[in-house]
C-alpha cells in the first residue's frame, strides 16, 4: 500500500489549497515539521564537532555542574513535552488505522518533535556543562518557531470547531502552552545570566562543594534524569569490580549534610523554642551571616558577650549550679524535640511525601490497565459510517479520548509509562527520606556530643547518668529516630493507598471485595501483636546471650588454668547450659518469626479465596475474567502497606520512646559557666546562682573552625611579681556533687604558684574532690574560687586556660601512644623524649610491636594499669600549660617507678620549668620534697602550710606521718618486690606479641597462597573471586541444618509455589469459562456503551452452562487456597528451624573445637578475634541468616514461577528474555560487589564513632580541665560525617539497583503486553491467561530488587559461617592417649618420682625446640628450684609436666608410668599447678576451688586454713558461697594468688608444680606462703620455677637452666661455692 505525506486519497484532493494555504491540514503539519528540523540541522554538527575549543576556564572534575537558572524547570518540562509527544504519536497512527488512507502528515510531525525534543535536551546539557551559553539562543529560536507553528495549527482547529471533546485539539493545546513555558525559561535565563543582548554577561562561580575535589557524593548536583536513575553512581559500583571501594573513594560530604551543618539547623530550632517562638524572630535578621560558631566561643569578656547577646538576639541560656534550662514562653515546658526536628527536617520529608504520594497513585494503573488490556484484546474498533463522518474536519479523522484508551496496545504502552515513573517516584521518596534521617541523625549525635562535654560530672558519678546509657542514646536512640524517618511517610501514605484500593476493588466486585478487604485488614492487628511478641523475645534471648559471651569470655582468659587442672568440661558444660536458654528464647523467636512470613504469604490467598467465594454466591455470573485479574492484581497491592503498618507503627513507638530519652538527657544538669576560669577573676558565688549566664554564639565565621579556641597557651613570659604568688585561692568553700550532701566544706586554702603543693590524707577524705571543685566539676554550695591572672601569660589573657590533669583512674583515647601523649598539642621530639623518660616508659614502648605508633585504649592493645597511668601521667608532664594536677600518680606504680616518677617527672622536669604543681599521693616520703603541704580529713582541711610549719605546729600529725613514713620505708626494705609487677606486665605483653607476630606470619602466608591460587595477574581473575557467591560456605550452612530439613524445605517450598500458581490459573480458566458463557449465552457484555456491567441474572438463556463449570471450578479452588496456606505454614516454619538447627549445631562445634585446642592456639590467636567468633558471628547465624535465606528463596521462586507461567502463556516472550536476563545478570553481578565494599565501610566506620562517645564521657573531666573541648568536638564530627558518607553511599547503591531492577521490570510487562497482543491477534490464548500473565509480570517488578539485595545481604552474612567454619578445623589436643584410664592406678602418682630423659620439646612443629636433650631425676618428696634467666625454658619445662607442649623426642617418666601415653584428663587431674598470674573465676569461691563438687566443706576450709585466708572468708557474707566477681577483682592480687595456693591443696596430689607463683605478692605473704609449702607439702615433690632466687635457697635441689639446656644441677649449697657459677651470679645480684 502506498505511503505519502498526505494520504493517497485522490478524491479528497488532499493537494488542493484553493481555500487558502493554511486551510490545508495536511499543509499546516508540514509547517509543524520545520521547526524540528531545524533543531536538528543545527544541533547535530555542533554536537558531532564536539566542545573541545570552547570548554570553560574552570575545569572541576564532575561535569556536574548545575548552572543555567529554571534547570529542573527545563527538564520536567521537557519530560512532560516528550509525553505529550507519545500521546499525540499514538493518536495519529490509531486514527489513520481509522481511515482508509494512510495520511503520513498525522503521526510523522508528533515523530519528529519526539527526536527534536530528546535532542534539545541533550544538547543543553551538554551546552551547560561546557559552560558555553551563547549556544541557548539555538533552543530559544527553535521553542519560538515551535511555538508559533502550534499556535497556526491550534486557531486552525478553532476555525473549523474542532474542540475539547477532540483529543487532538487538547494535546495541540497542551503542546502550545509547553513551548510558550519553555520560551519563558529561556527568555530567564537570558535575563540572569545576560549572555547576549547585554554588555557585560554576569561571571559564574560553581558550588564550594564541587571546587572542592573531595567531595565525591554528586547527588544534590546532576541533572534531574541522573539524579532519577543514579547515573553518576554508575563509575564507582562498575569501579568496584576493579579495585575495592575505600574511604578515600567516597570522599566528603557535601556541605548541606555535614553534621555540623545539620546540628545547626536543629539547634536553632530548639533554641528558637527557649527564646520564644515569634517574639525572638525580630531579632534574627541581624544574624551575621549563617550562624556556624559550633563551640559557643566567649565573645571577649563581659561586655561583648552583653552586646553580642542583644545583636543577635539568639541567646544561648546556660544554666548555673542544678537548675535546668528553660523556655522563655513556657517556664516549666522544655522545648520539643519533636517541634524542633520538624523545623529543621520538615520540609525534605514533606517533599518525599508528595512523591510517594504520586507513586501510589500511579500503582494503581497497574490494575486498571491491566483490566483495558484483557478487555479490549479481542473486541476490533468497527466505527459506524455516520460517526466517521461527524469526526472528519479538515478532511482526517478526529477522535474522542475514550477511543483512544479502548486501544489494547495504547494501554500497554502508557502502563509501561506508569510503571517507569510510579518506581521512579518511589525511589525518590526513599532517597529523600533516608537522605533526611541520615542529617537529622548526624544533628542529633553532635546535639547528645555537645551536651555530654557539658555534663555536670555529679551525674555520672552519682550514678544518674551511666556510661551504658550514654552509649544507648548514642548506638540505639539515633537510630530508631532515623528508622523512625526512613518509615514516616508510610505513616500517612498507608491510609491513603489502602482507602484507594479498597475504593477500586468495590468499583469491580461490588459488594463481596469488602469481604476480602475485611479479612486483609482484621489480620493487621494480630501481624502487630506478632512483630511486638518478636520485639520481647529479642530482648531476653540478648539477655542470654550477653550472659552466654561472659562465661565464654571468662574461659578463654583463664583457658591455661582450666587445661592444667582438667576442668574445661565443666567450664564448657555450663556456657552449653546457657546456650540452652537462649536457644529456647531463639526457638520462640523463630517462631514468631515464621508466623509473621506465614502472615504475609496467607492473607493474599485467604482474600482472595473469600473475595471471589463470596462473589460467587452473590452474583450468580461470577466476574469477567478482566476483573478478576484487576481484582488480584489490587490484592498484591494492598497487602504490602498492611503488613508494613506493624512495623511502621512499631517504629512509631519506638521513635516516641527515644525521644522522650533524648529530652530528659538534654535536659539533665550541666556543669556551671566557667567563665570565673578566663583571665578576670570573677566569682561562683551562691548569688548568682539563678542568674543563668548568657552566651553569645559567635555567628561571624561561617563553616570556620575557631582554631584558637584551644590553643595551648604559650610558654610563660613572665615571672610572677612575689606578691602576686597564688595560682588558685578558695575561701569559705563548700562544694556538692549535687544530692545535697556536702563533700567538702569550709575550705580556705591557697596553691602557690610555682611551687609543688602536695595535698595528703586517708582514703576517701575528699583530696580528689579538692581537685575538681577547684576545676569547676563539683556545684559550688557557697565561697568563691580564685584563678590568678597571673598564673597565666597576660598575652592570652582573653583566652581559655587549661590545666594539664591526670586523673586518679587513668584514662586513655583509642589512639597512638604517641597522640596520647601529646594530646593535641604539636610534637617537639626534645621534649617528648624527656617526657618518656620521666615516666620510665621506653622499655614498654621497645616491646609494643610498633613502638609509640601502636594503637592502644578499648579497642587497641590491652595495657597494664601501671601501664596506662604512667602514659597518662606522660601526657599531663607534656603539655605546656603552667598549672599541673596529678590525682594519685603512683597507685598502680611499683616503689621503682614511684621515685623515678617523682625525682626525674615531678621534681626536675615540672619543677624546673617553674610550674605549679598540685600532687594528691598516699606516699608520705615524698612529703620532703613539697613546698606546701594540704592535709585533708573528712571533706574538710586539717592543716596546710610547708613540712617546717606542721613540724612545729602539730607535732602530733608529724609524729603520725612519721610513723607511717617508717613503715612505708621498711616496706622499701622489704620490697624486694623490684621489677616485681612492672616486669611481669612487660613479660606479658612480650609474650602475647611474639605469638601474635608469629600468628600475623602465618596468616598472611596462607592469605599470599590464596592469592597465587587465584592470581594470574588479570583483573578479570580478581573480579571472578569478588563476584562469586560462596556456594561451598552455603552448602556448609545448609548441611549443618541436617539434610531431613533440607529437604523438607526446598520440597515444601516448591510445593508452595506450585499451588500458587495453580490457584491462580483456577481462577483463570474459571473466570474465562464464566466470560464464555455469558458472552455466549447473548448478553452482549462488550457493548461499548455498557463499560463494566455485569451480565443481568435474567438474560440466563443458557441455564444449564452456568453452574456446571461452577460445580468444577469452585471447590477445586477452595481445595487449592486451603492447600495454599497450610503450606504456607509449613515452608515458614522449616526455614526458621533449619536456621535454628544449623545455628545450634556450629555453635556446638566451635565451643567444643576452641575448648579443646592446644594451648599454643590461644598464645596465636588473638581474644577478641576468638569472642567475636562467639558474640557477632553467633549473632549473625543464629538470628541474620534465617530471614534472609526464607526471602531470598521466595523472592527467586516467585520470580522463576512468575517467568514459567508468563513463557507458558506467550512462548514469544521467551526471546526478549534473554537479553534481558543478562542485563539482570550484570546488574546484579556489580551491585553485590560495591554493596560489600561499602557495608564493610559502614560497618568500620560506625565502630570509631561509638568509641570515642563512650571515650568522651569516660574522660570527661581530663578534657574539660584541658580546654580540648573544641579539639573532641572537631573529631567527632569528622567521624560521624565519614560513617554517614559511607551510608549514604550504601543506600545510594540501593536506589540504584532499585531503579535498575524495576526499569527491567517495566521492561517485562511491556513484553508480556505486546507478545499478548501479538499473539491475541492471531488467537492463541483464552483472556483470561492473558490476565494471569500481566499480574504475573507486574508481581515480577516487586520481587526482582529482592533477590539481588538478599543475594548482596546473604553473601555478607555467610562470611560469619566462613569464620566460624575457619575454627572448626583446628587441629584439637589427643585427649585418648595410648593407655586407657582403668589402666593407671586409682591412687598415681603416689611417690612424686619424676625422671626426665633426653627431653626435646616445642611449642609447635614450624616452630625451634625451647627444651633440648634435658635429663634429670627428681626422687620422691625433694624439694626442686629451677632458675634462669626469662626465656630460658623455665616454664616450658613446667608445661612439659603436664603434656601441654609437643614433646618430640624423649620422654618424663612420673612413678614409672610415661605421661605421653596417658590419657590427658587423667594426667591432668593428678597433679597440682600453681600459677604465676592467678586466675579467679566469676561464681562462689567454693566454685572456685573445687568445680567439680567433689570435696567436703571440711577439707576446703582446711585448704583456705593453710593458705592463710580463712579468717577473711569467714567475715564474708555467705562464707564459701561468697561471690567472687568476674575475674576476681573484688579481692587483691596477694589474696587472689593464696586463693590459688588453696585450690591446689584441695586437690591433694604429690607433686605440686609453683611457676613464678609469688611473682605478684608482697614480701610478708610470700614468707608465709614459703613456709605454708614446707609444712603442708612435706611429704609431697614439689618444683617451683623461682622469680626470685631466694626462694629457692633452702631447696634440695637446684636447676639453673639457659636456652633450653641445664647449665648447673645441684644442691644449693654446692652451687653456691662454685664462685663463677651462673646461680651464685643470680643470688648475688638479688641480694
Known amino acids: 500500500m502506498a505511503l505519502s505525506f498526505c494520504g493517497n486519497n485522490k478524491t479528497l484532493t488532499p493537494y488542493s489549497v484553493e481555500q487558502g494555504v493554511l486551510n490545508n491540514g495536511c499543509f499546516v503539519d508540514a509547517l509543524n515539521l520545520v521547526p524540528h528540523v531545524f533543531l536538528l540541522f543545527i544541533t547535530f554538527p555542533i554536537l558531532f564537532i564536539g566542545w ?21 524547570m527545563r527538564w520536567i518540562l521537557t519530560f512532560l513535552l516528550l509525553f505529550v509527544h507519545v500521546c499525540e504519536f499514538a493518536e495519529g497512527i490509531v486514527s489513520s488505522e481509522v481511515m482508509t488512507t494512510n495520511p503520513l502528515h498525522l503521526f510523522m510531525p508528533a515523530f519528529m518533535g519526539f527526536i527534536a525534543a530528546t535532542t534539545s535536551v541533550v544538547y543543553y546539557h551538554n551546552i551547560e556543562t561546557s559552560n558555553f551559553p551563547k549556544l541557548l539562543l539555538v533552543l530559544f529560536i527553535y521553542w519560538v518557531l515551535a511555538f508559533i507553528t502550534k499556535s ?37 535565563v537570558i535575563r540572569v545570566r545576560k549572555y547576549v543582548f547585554f554588555a557585560n554577561p554576569q561571571k559564574v562561580k560553581p558550588p564550594e562543594d564541587l571546587q572542592d575535589l573531595g567531595v565525591r557524593f554528586l547527588q544534590p548536583f546532576v541533572n534531574l534524569l541522573s539524579k532519577a536513575t543514579y547515573w553518576w553512581m554508575n563509575p564507582l559500583i562498575m569501579g568496584a569490580h576493579k579495585r575495592p571501594i575505600e574511604l578515600k573513594k567516597i570522599g566528603k560530604l557535601p556541605i548541606a549534610m555535614r553534621a555540623l551543618t545539620n546540628y545547626l539547623r536543629l539547634k536553632d530550632a530548639y533554641e528558637d523554642q527557649r527564646v520564644g517562638g515569634p517574639g525572638g524572630e525580630p531579632g534574627r535578621g541581624g544574624r551575621a551571616g549563617p550562624g556556624v560558631g559550633w563551640d559557643e566561643v566567649e565573645a571577649g569578656g563581659r561586655a561583648g558577650r552583653r552586646e553580642g547577646a542583644s545583636r543577635t538576639g539568639f541567646i544561648h541560656v546556660i544554666s548555673l549550679s542544678g537548675l535546668t534550662p528553660q523556655t522563655a514562653e513556657d517556664p516549666d515546658r522544655a522545648p520539643s524535640i519533636w517541634r524542633s526536628m520538624y523545623r529543621a527536617f520538615g520540609r525534605p520529608i514533606l517533599l518525599s511525601s508528595t512523591f510517594r504520594y504520586l507513586a501510589d497513585l500511579l500503582g494503581f494503573a497497574g490494575p486498571l490497565c491491566i483490566l483495558g488490556i484483557v478487555k479490549y484484546l479481542n473486541k476490533k474498533s468497527e466505527i459506524s459510517e455516520e460517526d466517521k463522518t461527524k469526526g472528519t474536519f479538515l478532511g482526517v479523522y478526529f477522535m474522542s479520548t475514550t477511543e483512544l484508551l479502548q486501544n489494547s496496545s495504547v494501554l500497554a504502552v502508557l502502563l509501561f509509562l506508569a510503571l517507569v515513573l510510579q518506581r521512579t517516584f518511589l525511589q525518590a521518596s526513599y532517597y529523600v527520606t533516608i537522605e533526611t534521617g541520615i542529617n537529622l541523625r548526624g544533628a542529633l549525635l553532635a546535639m547528645i556530643y555537645n551536651k555530654i562535654l557539658r555534663l555536670s560530672t555529679s551525674n555520672m558519678s552519682m550514678g544518674e547518668m551511666t556510661l551504658g546509657q550514654i552509649n544507648n542514646l548514642v548506638a540505639i536512640e539515633t537510630n530508631q529516630l532515623m528508622w523512625f524517618l526512613f518509615l514516616c511517610p508510610n505513616l500517612w501514605a498507608m491510609p491513603v493507598q489502602i482507602v484507594m484500593g479498597v475504593i477500586l476493588l468495590y468499583y469491580l466486585l461490588g459488594p463481596s471485595s469488602l469481604v476480602g478487604a475485611a479479612v486483609i485488614v482484621l489480620l493487621a492487628p494480630v501481624q502487630y501483636l506478632i512483630a511486638t511478641k518478636l520485639a520481647d523475645t529479642q530482648k531476653s534471648t540478648l539477655e542470654h546471650s550477653t550472659d552466654r559471651l561472659k562465661k565464654t569470655s571468662e574461659i578463654l582468659k583463664g583457658i591455661k588454668l582450666l587445661k592444667l ?99 530528659e538527657f538534654l535536659q539533665s544538669d550541666e556543669i556551671g559557666d566557667d567563665s570565673w576560669r578566663n583571665g578576670d577573676i570573677s566569682v561562683l558565688g551562691a548569688g548568682k546562682k539563678h542568674l543563668g549566664v548568657t552566651k553569645a554564639v559567635n555567628r561571624k565565621h561561617p563553616m570556620r573552625y575557631q582554631m584558637d579556641n584551644y590553643e595551648q597557651p604559650s610558654r610563660r613570659q613572665m615571672r610572677p611579681t612575689e606578691t602576686e604568688d597564688v595560682a588558685v585561692k578558695v575561701t569559705d568553700g563548700s562544694f556538692t556533687w549535687g544530692n545535697n550532701l556536702v563533700t567538702l ?139 599541673v594536677f596529678l590525682d594519685d600518680p603512683f597507685s598502680a606504680l611499683d616503689i621503682h617507678l614511684s621515685d623515678h616518677l617523682m625525682q626525674e617527672g615531678i621534681v626536675k622536669f615540672l619543677q624546673d620549668d617553674k610550674r605549679t604543681v598540685v600532687l594528691v599521693t598516699h606516699k608520705l616520703q615524698y ?68 605469638s601474635r607476630e608469629a600468628k600475623n606470619q602465618i596468616d598472611d602466608e596462607d592469605e599470599e597462597e590464596e592469592e597465587e591460587e587465584e592470581e594470574d595477574d588479570n583483573l578479570s581473575t580478581t573480579t571472578n573471586r569478588r563476584s562469586k557467591i560462596p556456594w561451598k560456605v552455603c552448602w556448609c550452612y545448609l548441611s549443618s541444618g541436617g539434610f531431613f530439613m533440607v529437604f523438607l524445605m526446598i520440597s515444601s517450598k516448591l510445593l508452595k509455589h506450585s499451588v500458587i500458581v495453580a490457584i491462580d490459573y483456577c481462577l483463570a480458566m474459571w473466570t474465562s469459562a464464566k466470560t464464555n458463557q455469558s458472552a455466549a449465552s447473548g448478553a452482549n457484555v462488550f457493548n461499548a456503551s455498557s463499560n463494566f456491567t455485569v451480565p443481568t441474572p435474567g438474560s440466563t438463556d443458557a441455564p444449564g452452562a452456568a453452574p456446571s463449570s461452577d460445580s468444577f471450578y469452585l471447590p477445586v479452588f477452595i481445595i487449592l487456597c486451603a492447600a495454599g496456606i497450610i503450606l504456607c505454614l509449613i515452608t515458614s516454619l522449616t526455614v526458621e528451624f533449619l536456621g535454628l538447627s544449623a545455628a545450634t549445631s556450629l555453635h556446638h562445634n566451635l565451643l567444643n573445637k576452641i575448648i579443646h585446642a592446644p594451648i599454643r592456639f590461644f598464645d596465636i590467636t588473638p581474644l577478641g578475634q576468638i569472642l567475636n567468633r562467639f558474640s557477632a558471628d553467633t549473632n549473625i547465624i543464629d538470628q541474620h541468616i534465617p530471614p534472609t535465606l526464607e526471602s531470598l528463596t521466595r523472592s527467586t521462586l516467585l520470580c522463576l514461577s512468575a517467568i514459567g507461567v508468563i513463557a507458558s502463556i506467550t512462548p514469544g516472550f521467551l526471546i526478549p528474555l534473554i537479553p534481558l536476563g543478562v542485563a539482570f545478570y550484570f546488574i546484579q553481578k556489580y551491585f553485590r560487589v560495591a554493596s560489600k565494599d561499602l557495608q564493610d565501610l559502614d560497618d568500620s566506620t560506625q565502630l570509631p564513632l561509638l568509641c570515642h562517645f563512650s571515650e568522651a564521657a569516660e574522660g570527661l573531666t581530663t578534657i574539660r580541665a584541658f580546654r580540648h573541648e573544641a579539639r573532641f568536638k572537631q573529631r567527632m564530627l569528622e567521624l560521624t560525617d565519614t560513617n554517614n558518607t559511607a551510608y549514604l553511599f550504601l543506600s545510594a547503591a540501593n536506589r540504584w539497583l532499585e531503579v535498575r531492577t524495576d526499569y527491567l521490570g517495566a521492561v517485562i510487562v511491556l513484553t508480556v503486553a505486546g507478545t499478548s497482543i501479538g499473539g491475541w491477534t492471531y488467537s492463541l490464548q483464552e483472556g483470561g491467561l492473558v490476565g494471569l500473565g500481566l499480574t504475573y509480570a507486574l508481581t515480577v517488578t516487586n520481587y526482582l530488587n529482592w533477590v539481588v539485595r538478599n543475594l548482596a545481604d546473604l553473601e555478607v552474612q555467610m562470611s560469619a559461617v566462613k569464620k566460624v567454619n575457619s575454627f572448626l578445623s583446628t587441629e584439637s589436643e589427643n585427649y585418648e592417649g595410648s593407655m586407657d584410664s582403668s589402666q593407671v592406678p586409682e591412687n598415681w602418682p603416689q611417690d612424686g618420682e619424676i625422671k626426665i630423659q633426653d627431653l626435646c620439646v616445642r611449642y609447635d612443629p614450624m616452630l625451634k625446640p625451647v627444651l633440648k636433650h634435658v635429663n634429670a631425676f627428681i626422687k620422691p618428696g625433694q624439694k626442686v628450684g629451677i632458675c634462669g634467666r626469662t626465656g630460658s625454658g623455665k616454664s616450658s619445662l613446667s608445661l612439659a609436666f603436664f603434656n601441654m607442649v609437643d614433646i618430640f623426642e624423649g620422654k618424663i617418666i612420673i612413678d614409672g608410668i610415661d ?143 639457659k636456652r633450653g639446656k641445664i647449665l648447673e644441677y645441684d644442691k644449693p649449697e654446692t652451687l653456691l661455692e662454685q664462685e663463677d657459677g651462673m646461680f651464685a651470679s643470680f643470688v648475688k645480684a638479688d641480694m
Not at 608 to 629: D, K, W
Not at 929 to 957: C, F
Open 52 to 72: 573541545g575549543s570552547q570548554s570553560s576556564k574552570v575545569q572541576i572534575h564532575h561535569n556536574t555542574w548545575l548552572h543555567f537558572p529554571g534547570h529542573n
Open 152 to 188: 497556526i495549527k491550534l486557531w486552525k482547529y478553532t476555525e473549523y470547531l474542532v474542540g475539547p471533546q477532540h483529543l487532538r485539539f487538547c494535546i495541540t493545546a497542551l503542546l502550545v502552552i509547553l513551548y510558550g513555558l519553555l520560551m519563558a525559561v529561556e527568555i530567564n
Open 565 to 663: 587442672y582438667a576442668w574445661e568440661n565443666i567450664f564448657c558444660d555450663s556456657v552449653e547450659e546457657t546456650r540452652g536458654k537462649e536457644l529456647t528464647s531463639l526457638r520462640t523467636f523463630a517462631f514468631y518469626t515464621s508466623m509473621s512470613i506465614f502472615m504475609n504469604a496467607a492473607i493474599p490467598i485467604a482474600a482472595v479465596l473469600a473475595t471471589f467465594v463470596m462473589h460467587h454466591f452473590i452474583n450468580e455470573s461470577g466476574p469477567t475474567h478482566y476483573e478478576a485479574f484487576a481484582a488480584l492484581a489490587l490484592f498484591h497491592i494492598l497487602v504490602t502497606p498492611l503488613f508494613l503498618l506493624s512495623t511502621v507503627v512499631r517504629f512509631a513507638v519506638k521513635a516516641l520512646i527515644s525521644v522522650q530519652k533524648l529530652s
Open 745 to 883: 566544706s569550709d575550705i580556705n586554702i591557697r596553691i602557690p604558684s610555682g611551687q609543688l603543693t602536695m595535698i595528703v590524707g586517708q582514703v576517701g577524705c575528699g583530696k580528689s574532690s579538692l581537685l575538681l571543685a577547684m576545676l569547676g566539676e563539683m556545684q559550688a554550695i557557697d565561697g568563691r574560687v580564685y584563678w590568678s591572672n597571673c598564673s597565666f601569660p597576660p598575652s592570652r589573657s582573653k583566652n581559655r586556660y587549661s590545666v594539664a590533669y591526670a586523673a586518679q583512674k587513668s584514662w586513655l583515647l583509642n589512639a597512638t601512644v604517641e597522640e596520647n601523649i601529646t594530646f593535641g598539642s604539636s610534637f617537639n621530639k626534645q621534649r617528648y623524649k624527656a617526657v618518656i623518660d620521666a615516666c620510665s616508659l621506653q622499655p614498654d614502648i621497645d616491646l609494643l610491636p610498633f613502638g609509640d605508633q601502636t594503637e592502644i585504649g578499648e579497642r587497641g592493645i590491652n595495657l597494664s594499669g601501671g601501664q596506662r597511668q604512667r602514659i597518662c601521667v606522660a601526657r599531663a608532664l607534656y603539655q605546656n600549660t603552667n598549672i
Open 927 to 994: 612529703l620532703t620534697n613539697a613546698d606546701w603541704i594540704i592535709a585533708m580529713k573528712d571533706g574538710s582541711v586539717l592543716r596546710e602550710g610547708t613540712l617546717k610549719d606542721i613540724q612545729t605546729h602539730d607535732i602530733q600529725l608529724y609524729d603520725h606521718w612519721k610513723t607511717l613514713m617508717n613503715r612505708q620505708d621498711q616496706d622499701l626494705e622489704k620490697d624486694v618486690q623490684q621489677d616485681s609487677q612492672t616486669m611481669l606486665e612487660r613479660k606479658t605483653l612480650r609474650r602475647a606479641f611474639y
Open 1459 to 1601: 605421661i605421653c601415653k596417658l590419657p590427658l584428663p587423667t594426667l591432668r587431674s593428678r597433679l597440682s599447678i600453681i600459677l604465676q598470674d592467678p586466675v579467679l573465676f566469676s561464681g562462689s569461691i567454693r566454685f572456685n576451688l573445687d568445680p567439680e563438687r567433689m570435696c567436703t566443706d571440711d577439707r576446703l576450709w582446711e585448704a583456705l586454713e593453710i593458705a592463710q585466708l580463712k579468717n577473711m572468708v569467714k567475715t564474708l557474707p555467705g562464707g564459701l558461697d561468697a561471690v567472687v566477681t568476674e575475674g576476681g577483682e573484688n579481692f587483691s592480687v596477694g589474696q587472689r594468688q593464696l586463693f590459688c595456693l588453696a585450690r591446689a591443696f584441695v586437690r591433694k596430689s604429690s607433686i605440686l608444680i609453683m611457676d613464678e607463683a609469688t611473682a605478684s605478692i608482697d614480701m610478708a605473704t610470700e614468707n608465709i606462703l614459703q613456709k605454708v609449702v614446707m609444712t603442708a607439702f612435706a611429704d609431697r615433690t614439689v618444683v617451683t620455677i623461682a622469680h626470685r632466687v631466694h626462694t629457692i635457697l633452702t631447696a634440695d635441689l637446684v636447676i639453673v637452666m
